[in-house]
Nanobody, 115 residues
């Protein structure tokens, strides 16, 4: 059974950094695309960053140059390094795993950036 466990959220001042982690169980991680989404109160859930099984990256324009997504297939994990955080980055951040024939969301982790 595949499960996702996110960690690393918290409260940080504007300009600070946080590193989110998403650990996946199961044997399909290496063939999965891993995404990070975020959802602020009253807003839709939007894609933040994505990394394919081959390592191709995609970022939302709002985070380009500030966020870096990486993956470690040996640890079945992805990491979202978030620098130069802004109050508008405040949201619940969700990890999503996609593989041929299925997908799974994590439970989310809160990121709050104070001004």
């Amino acid at each position: 059974q595949v499960q996702l466990v996110e960690s690393g959220g918290g409260l940080v001042q504007a300009g600070g950094s946080l590193r989110l982690s998403c650990a996946a169980s199961g044997s399909i991680f290496s063939i999965s695309t891993m995404d990070w989404y975020r959802q602020a109160p009253g807003k839709q859930r939007d894609m933040v960053a994505s990394i394919t099984s081959g390592g191709s990256l995609d970022y939302a324009d709002s985070v380009k140059g500030r966020f870096t997504l990486s993956r470690d297939n040996a640890k079945n994990s992805v990491y979202l390094q978030m620098n130069s955080l802004k109050p508008e980055d405040t949201a619940v951040y969700y990890c999503r795993q996609r593989w041929p024939g299925g997908s799974l969301w994590g439970q989310g982790t809160q990121v709050t950036v104070s001004s």
